[in-house]
């Protein structure tokens, strides 16, 4: 049964991810960018996941959360480029 749940969510997540990428390209703004890319790391992290529950090993997990930290910096460092033009002070 966890077979089958893993693979729809997998299958769902990955249509999710292509939906982004289609906005990452296409997105008429550079904030739709930002948000797309930031939406394109959750996905990936959604996957990572289910491929830890899928193989039953916790080191996907730790991946997942360095991905997640990584992921979350990158997404306020894009912000803070369009907002002031510079990331550092």
Do not use: Q
């Not at 997998?10 to 948000?35: M, N």
Request: glycine share 4%; with cysteine.
């Amino acid at each position: 049964m966890i077979f089958y749940a893993s693979v729809f969510a997998a299958v769902a997540v990955s249509i999710a991810s292509l939906l982004t990428l289609y906005r990452l390209l296409i997105g008429p703004h550079v904030t739709d960018r930002i948000l797309a890319l930031d939406t394109l790391t959750i996905n990936a992290i959604a996957l990572i996941m289910l491929a830890g529950i899928f193989w039953e090993t916790t080191t996907f997990f730790e991946a997942a959360m360095l991905f997640a930290m990584v992921g979350f910096v990158a997404t306020v460092a894009f912000c803070k480029y369009i907002v002031r033009g510079n990331v550092m002070e």
